[in-house]
C-alpha cells in the first residue's frame, strides 16, 4: 500500500473525488428509484451529503487533545441516550430506535458506532504499553462493548449490535491484544452460536436466518427478498437496463429500492459496469482511510483511524452481501447511496474523523508516540 | 501463522505493539480486499454469467401472460351442419381495484342482470376478499340483452368489465350424447398428465368423453394470449401486445345430423339404439343410443343430482348402448346362416319340415310354429329355427362362426371416440377356454338361431345388415372423406346373395315376420329380418313379466331392395318381439332417409302421445326428480334456435317445424363467433 505524501495535497481529494462521485451516482439512483424524479429521494440525499460534508470539515480542525477529551463523555452521553430510547419505547408500549428531538429524529445507535471506536481507541491509546496483554486491557473493554451492544441488541437492531461489535473487535485487534484471546473468542462463539441461536434471537430473525439459506423454499414470504434481488442485478447484464429502464425496482418488485436495496436497483439499471464502479470507489475511499491510520504516529489516531475504517467497510460488506444472497436480510442501509440521513450522518461522521486524523498526521508526521 | 509470535512473548514494548500493528492491519487489509473480491466476483456472477435465467425471471415478473381459451372446432355433419358448435356466452366480471364505488356498483348490477340476493351478497363478498387485478365473476351464461343492458350503462359503471366468451353448444342435445361426447374442465388428474397452464385457465373445456374427447388435439386449437405489465400487487400498467386466438380444426363426420336427432327421437320412451349404415361407402350415417344425456347440461359441470338422476335410471341413458351394449342377436343372423348353408353345398330349395320342433337326442328344441314345409327363403321369412337347427346339424356349426365374422360380427371397429365391446361369436375352443368345457351339439343349435352364447353389438348387427345387402366387405368408418378401403371381397356369389335377399323381402313384403315394416312408398321396398332375443330361458315370449324380464326387440333391414343404399339396426331392450318395438322404428328411419316430411308426420305424432321431445321430456323429469329432492335448479341457457335448425330431424324439411317458419332459412354464417369453418 503507497504512502500518501502530505505535502501534495491539502485536502484528501483522492478521497474526496471518488466520494463525491459515489453520492452523485447514489443520487441518479435514488432519483430513479423515486420514480424518476428528485423528490422524495435524490435530492435530500444531495442536500444530506453536503451538510454532512461541511460537519466533516469543521470536525477536521478539532485538535487531538480535544477529541481524546471528549472521547468518554461523547460515549456515557450516547450510552444515556441509549437508555433513554430503551426506557421510552418500553413506556410506549413498543420496541423504538429513534428519540423524537423535535426538530429531528436521533438514532443513538449509529451515534454510538463511531462512538464506541473512539472510545476504545481512547482507551488503548492510553493504556500503558505493558498491560497490553493483561486482563486489564480486556476487562473494561468487553464492558464497554457489552453496554451499547446488549441495549442496540434489545432493540431489537441486531444488525447495528453487531457493528458495533464488529468496530469494537478492530480496534482491539489491531491494539495487540494477544491472539489466543481471539482465537478462544472464535471458537466461544462458535460453540455459542446454536444456543444464542435459538434462545437469544426472535422467531422472525430465526426465520431469517433460515430463509436466507434456503431462500427458494418460500419464493413468496421471506426468501421474496432475496429472490427479488437476485433477479434485479442478475437481470442487469454487462451495462443494465438503462437508466431509469429497471422494471423490478419501478414495478415495486424490488423491496426498498431506495435504501436496504439500493444497490440492486443500481445494478439492474447500470449493470455489472455500475457495480464494479461502487466496489472501485469504496476500495478507493477504504484505501486512503487505511493509509490514514498507517501513517498515524501515535496509536489512538492509527486505533480511531482504523475503527472508522472498518465501520465503514462492515456497512458496505453485509449490505453488499445481503442484496446478493450472501448474508441474511438485516436492514443495513450501503453508505453513501442509499436514502438514509441517519446512515450518511454515521458515515460522514466516520469520513470527518479520517480527515481529521490525515491532518493530525499532516500537522505533526514525525512526532513520536505520545501517550 | 506469524501472529502466532505473540503468545511467546511476556513482554510488550511500544515497538512490538507497532509491529503487531503493522502486521494485523495487513491481515485486516487483506480480509476486507478479499471481501471486496468475493463481492465484485458475485456481482459478476449474477449479473453477467446468470444473465439468462435472471433476465428471464425478471420477464416472467414484469410480463403477465393471460391465456384466452381458444374457441374449439366444431363436429359436422356430412353436410356440414354442426353437430357440436359454440355459442356466444356472456358474462359480466368485474375488476375490483378500479371501482369507484363497489357496494354500489354491485347492487345496480345485481339489478340489472336481475341476480337473486344470495348472489350478490356473494359477488359483494368476493370483491371485498379480493387482491389485485384478478377480475371477480358477477354473472355468467347471460343472454345478449342482460349482456348488452349492461354495455349502455357501462360509463357509469366503473370497474364493470362484459366478457364475451364461449361455451359448447350441441344443437340436438341428447340425439348426438353418445357418439359426441361432451366437454369439460380439466380435472386434476388431466393437468398432471399435461402440464399446460391453457388447462386451468377460467373457461376452458377439454373434451371428456366420445369424439370430443378422441379429436381433442385437432378440436382445440391455440390460445391467445394477452401479455400486460404488472407490479408486484398485480396492477396493470400497460397492455403490452394481444394475439388472437386460433380456433380448432372441425371435424366433418359421415353422420347425418337431422337423420341422428331422427332416429334419437324415434326411439321415443323405449330404450335402445339405431346405427345406420351407407352401403356405398361404409359410412355411418347414424349411431344413436337412447335414452341419452343432455351434454349441454354436462358443460357447465355435471350437477350431483342429474348425475344421481341419470345413474338411477334403468333405461341406463350413461351407456352408449349402439357400441357398448351387448345382446343376443337372436333371428336377425339368420340371413347370416343362410349364406354359409349355401356355401356349404346346402341348396335352397330343399324343403325341412317344421312340425314345431327340433328333437336332438334326448332334447327337444320347440320352434315359433308349426311351419310344415319351408325352403331357405321361407326359413327367413317365417323365421323357421327348425330348419336352421336341421341344416345346421347337417353341415355343423363350424361353418356358422367364420361366416359370423367375415360379417362383421364379434369384430372390433377402428372407429375414432367410441370405445366398443365386441361381444362373442362362440366357437368350441372359446367355450373351453372360457369355460373348461366341450362344445355340445346343442350349443350349436343356440347360436345358430343366435341365442346361447352369441352376443353382439348393434353397430356389428348394422355392418353385418350392410354387408349382406351389398355382397361388399363394408368397414364402417366415422370421419367424412376418410373412406376406409373395402375389405377382401366377401366369397357369395350374387346368386346365393339373391336368395338370402329374397328371403328378407319376403320379411318385409311377403307373409314374413314384419309386415309392419312396409315402407309406405312409391318404388322403394325394404328388406329386413326380425329378431327376439330372450333375456330369461324360462320366461315365454311375448308380453309378460316386468319390462326387466321382456325379450329384446331387433331388426336389421336394408333399403332400396334391388340397390341398397342404407342398411339398419335397431335394437330395443326388452321391446318384446323384433316386429312389435325393433321394426317400426326401422320403417321410420328408413322412410326418413327417402321422405322426411312423411316419417316426420309419424314422429311428431308420436311424440304428441309421448309428452314432446327427449329434450322436453327429460327436462320435466330432472324437475320432476329434483322437485321430490327439494332442491331447486337454474334453468339451462335456452336452445340456439339458429343453429339447431340447421341440423335437427326438422331442418331436412322446409316449413315442417311448427311456429319457427322465419327460422328456416340458416345463417349464411353459422359460426357464432363469426369465424369460417375450417374443414377437417
Not at chain 1, 432493540?155 to 464488529?166: E, N, R, S, Y
Not at chain 2, 416472467?60 to 363436429?75: A, K
Not at chain 2, 327367413?380 to 341344416?391: A, H, L, Q
Not at chain 2, 308380453?543 to 331387433?554: A, M, P
Request: include cysteine; proline fraction near 7%.
Amino acid at each position: 500500500m503507497g504512502v500518501i505524501p502530505t505535502s501534495i495535497a491539502r485536502q484528501p481529494w483522492r478521497m474526496l473525488i471518488p466520494l463525491t462521485a459515489l453520492v452523485c451516482f447514489g443520487a441518479l439512483v435514488l432519483y430513479s428509484a423515486g420514480g424518476g424524479g428528485w423528490m422524495p429521494y435524490a435530492a435530500p440525499h444531495l442536500v444530506q451529503y453536503f451538510v454532512f460534508l461541511v460537519m466533516a470539515f469543521v470536525m477536521t480542525r478539532f485538535p487531538r487533545d480535544f477529541v481524546a477529551l471528549m472521547a468518554f463523555p461523547a460515549y456515557a452521553v450516547i450510552l444515556v441516550l441509549l437508555v433513554l430510547v430503551e426506557a421510552v419505547g418500553a413506556m410506549g408500549g413498543g420496541s423504538q430506535r429513534w428519540l423524537n428531538l423535535g426538530f429531528m429524529q436521533l438514532q443513538p445507535s449509529e451515534l454510538m458506532k463511531p462512538a464506541i471506536v473512539l472510545v476504545l481507541a481512547r482507551f488503548y491509546g492510553s493504556l500503558p504499553v505493558g498491560e497490553v496483554p493483561s486482563w486489564r486491557a480486556l476487562i473494561p473493554v468487553v464492558s464497554l462493548l457489552a453496554f451499547p451492544m446488549i441495549l442496540v441488541g434489545l432493540q431489537p437492531d441486531l444488525g447495528t449490535a453487531l457493528a458495533i461489535g464488529f468496530g469494537g473487535a478492530v480496534v482491539m485487534f489491531l491494539a495487540g491484544l494477544p491472539l489466543r484471546w481471539f482465537v478462544g473468542a472464535g471458537v466461544a462463539g462458535a460453540a455459542m452460536a446454536p444456543v444464542a441461536f435459538f434462545f437469544v434471537l426472535k422467531p422472525y430473525q430465526q426465520k431469517r436466518v433460515f430463509t436466507f439459506l434456503t431462500p427458494e423454499k418460500d419464493p413468496l414470504g421471506d426468501g421474496y427478498h432475496i429472490t427479488q434481488s437476485k433477479i434485479a442485478i442478475g437481470s442487469g447484464g454487462w451495462f443494465g437496463k438503462g437508466f431509469g429502464n429497471g422494471t423490478q425496482s419501478h414495478l415495486n418488485y424490488l423491496p426498498e429500492p431506495h435504501t436496504d436495496f439500493a444497490f440492486a436497483t443500481m445494478a439492474e439499471e447500470w449493470g455489472f459496469i455500475g457495480g464494479l464502479f461502487v466496489l472501485i470507489v469504496f476500495a478507493l475511499i477504504l484505501r486512503w482511510g487505511w493509509n490514514v491510520a498507517r501513517s498515524s504516529r501515535d496509536r489512538f489516531s492509527q486505533l480511531l483511524a482504523a475503527g472508522m475504517v472498518a465501520t465503514i467497510f462492515f456497512y458496505v460488506a453485509i449490505n453488499l452481501m445481503m442484496v446478493m444472497g450472501l448474508a441474511p436480510v438485516v436492514g443495513i442501509p450501503l453508505p453513501f447511496v442509499s436514502h438514509g440521513g441517519s446512515s450518511m450522518m454515521t458515515n460522514m461522521i466516520c469520513i470527518g474523523t479520517l480527515m481529521m486524523i490525515d491532518r493530525w498526521n499532516r500537522m505533526a508526521p514525525r512526532s513520536g508516540l505520545r501517550g | 501463522m506469524k501472529l502466532g509470535k505473540n503468545r511467546r512473548k511476556r513482554f510488550t514494548s511500544a515497538a512490538t505493539l507497532d509491529a503487531s500493528f503493522s502486521r494485523r492491519s495487513f491481515v485486516v487489509a487483506a480480509g476486507m480486499g478479499g471481501i471486496g473480491t468475493l463481492l465484485a466476483s458475485r456481482v459478476g456472477y449474477l449479473a453477467v454469467i446468470e444473465n439468462k435465467k435472471y433476465s428471464l425471471e425478471s420477464e416472467s415478473n414484469r410480463v403477465n401472460l393471460s391465456l384466452i381459451p381458444p374457441r374449439r372446432g366444431w363436429i359436422l355433419d356430412r353436410n356440414g351442419a354442426p353437430l357440436a358448435s359454440n355459442r356466444a356466452d356472456f358474462r359480466v366480471d368485474v375488476i375490483p381495484e378500479l371501482m369507484t364505488d363497489p357496494q354500489g356498483t354491485i347492487t345496480r348490477l345485481g339489478d340489472i342482470l336481475e341476480l337473486d340476493p344470495t348472489t350478490v351478497a356473494d359477488v359483494h363478498q368476493r370483491v371485498a376478499d379480493a387482491v389485485g387485478a384478478q377480475p371477480v365473476e358477477v354473472a355468467s351464461g347471460l343472454n345478449y340483452d342482460q349482456f348488452a343492458a349492461v354495455g349502455v350503462r357501462l360509463p357509469d359503471l366503473h370497474g364493470v368489465v362484459p366478457q364475451r366468451g364461449f361455451s359448447r353448444y350441441y344443437p340436438t342435445g341428447p340425439s348426438v350424447a353418445h357418439l359426441i361426447g361432451y366437454v369439460g374442465q380439466a380435472n386434476a388428474e388431466e393437468y398432471k398428465k399435461d402440464h399446460d397452464p391453457l388447462l386451468i385457465t377460467p373457461g376452458f373445456k377439454i373434451g371428456k368423453d366420445g369424439l370430443e374427447k378422441s379429436f381433442e388435439k385437432e378440436l382445440r386449437g391455440v390460445p391467445g394470449a394477452r401479455r400486460v405489465e404488472v407490479t408486484a400487487s398485480g396492477r396493470i400498467v400497460k397492455e403490452l401486445e394481444t394475439r388472437e386466438d386460433v380456433q380448432g380444426q372441425s371435424v366433418k363426420l359421415t353422420i347425418d345430423g337431422p337423420l341422428q336427432d331422427f332416429a334419437a327421437r324415434r326411439v321415443g320412451l323405449e330404450s335402445g339404439s339405431v346405427a345406420v349404415i351407407d352401403c356405398q361407402t361404409g359410412g355411418i350415417l347414424a349411431l344413436v343410443s337412447m335414452p341419452a344425456y343432455d351434454p349441454n347440461s354436462f358443460v357447465g359441470g355435471i350437477g350431483r343430482l342429474r348425475w344421481k338422476m341419470l345413474n338411477e335410471d334403468d333405461h341406463i341413458p350413461l351407456l352408449n348402448k349402439s357400441v357398448r351394449g351387448l345382446y343376443p342377436p337372436g333371428s336377425t343372423v339368420k340371413p347370416m346362416a343362410t349364406l354359409a348353408l349355401q356355401q356349404h353345398g346346402v341348396s335352397p330349395d330343399e324343403h325341412v319340415y317344421c312340425g314345431g320342433g327340433y328333437q336332438l337326442g334326448r332334447r327337444y328344441f320347440r320352434c315359433d310354429a308349426v311351419h310344415g314345409s319351408v325352403d331357405m327363403r321361407t326359413a327367413i321369412e317365417k323365421s323357421c329355427n327348425t330348419y336352421f337347427w336341421t341344416m345346421v346339424h347337417r353341415v355343423g356349426y363350424d361353418v356358422l362362426a367364420p361366416m359370423a365374422r367375415t360379417l362383421g360380427l364379434g369384430d372390433e371397429f377402428q372407429l375414432p371416440g367410441t370405445s366398443q365391446r365386441y361381444g362373442t361369436i362362440p366357437t368350441p375352443e372359446w367355450k373351453m377356454r372360457r369355460f373348461h368345457q366341450e362344445w355340445t351339439a346343442a350349443d350349436g343349435l343356440n347360436a345358430a338361431i343366435g341365442q346361447g352364447y352369441v352376443l353382439v353389438n348393434p353397430l356389428q348387427l348394422a355392418v353385418m345388415t350392410s354387408r349382406i345387402a351389398t355382397g361388399k366387405n363394408l368397414v364402417p368408418s366415422l370421419v367424412y372423406g376418410n373412406k376406409r378401403p373395402v375389405g377382401p371381397s366377401l366369397p357369395f356369389t350374387p346368386e346365393q346373395l339373391q336368395v338370402t335377399h329374397e328371403g328378407m323381402f319376403r320379411v318385409v313384403n311377403g307373409s314374413g315376420t314384419a309386415s309392419i315394416a312396409r315402407l309406405n312408398l312409391d318404388g322403394i321396398q325394404m328388406a329386413g329380418k326380425t329378431g327376439t332375443a330372450q333375456v330369461r330361458k324360462l320366461v315365454s315370449r311375448g308380453h309378460v313379466g316386468d319390462w326387466k324380464s321382456r325379450d329384446h326387440s331387433l331388426f336389421v333391414c336394408f333399403a332400396p331392395f334391388d340397390n341398397p343404399r342404407y342398411a339398419i339396426s335397431v335394437v330395443i331392450e326388452h321391446g318384446t318381439f323384433g316386429s312389435v318395438a325393433a321394426a317400426p322404428i326401422a320403417r321410420d328411419v328408413m322412410t326418413y332417409l327417402f321422405d322426411p316430411e312423411k316419417a316426420l308426420d309419424t314422429l311428431h305424432k308420436l311424440e304428441q302421445g309421448w309428452g314432446g321431445t327427449p329434450d322436453e321430456r327429460m327436462r320435466r323429469r330432472y324437475l320432476a326428480f329434483i322437485g321430490d329432492q327439494g332442491v331447486d335448479d337454474p334453468p339451462p341457457p335456452p336452445p340456439d334456435l339458429d343453429i339447431a335448425s340447421r341440423v335437427d330431424a326438422e331442418s331436412r324439411v322446409v316449413g315442417m317445424k311448427p311456429g319457427s317458419a322465419e327460422k328456416e332459412t340458416p345463417s349464411p354464417s353459422p359460426d357464432a363467433s363469426g369465424t369460417p369453418i375450417t374443414t377437417a
